[in-house]
């Protein structure tokens, strides 16, 4: 069943300043995103995994074209601890143990 409100937008007075700093933030994310995604394009790197160096899948980066990772190394959302490339692994991979 197709919603018939689904491009409906609502009032930004009635998101509430809260939801709209939210919003804010999260347009500004996809924004870096992007522009890091140019930049890996421009220096070649388009498509390697940071963390391991390993070709992105075709399908994945059709899906998430801003992906700076493979599956086996995304980062869990939310997990606590410092990012793979903040690691300081030798290896250039992502603690197994917290590999979803």
């Known amino acids: 069943m197709i919603d018939e409100n689904m491009n409906e937008r609502p009032e930004p007075e009635a998101l509430g300043p809260e939801t709209g700093f939210e919003l ?3 347009v500004r994310g996809d924004l870096d995103d992007v522009e890091a995604g140019l930049r890996r394009l421009e220096d070649g790197t388009y498509g390697q995994c940071e963390a391991c160096g390993g070709p992105i899948d ?3 980066l059709a899906a998430l074209p801003a992906t700076r990772y493979c599956v086996r190394h995304q ?3 939310g997990a606590p601890g410092p990012s793979p490339t903040a ?3 030798p290896g250039g991979g992502f603690p ?4 979803p």
């Open 24 to 26: 804010l933030d999260q």
């Open 58 to 60: 075709e399908g994945r």
């Open 75 to 77: 980062p869990v959302v």
């Open 87 to 89: 690691l300081g692994d």
């Open 96 to 99: 197994l143990d917290r590999v």
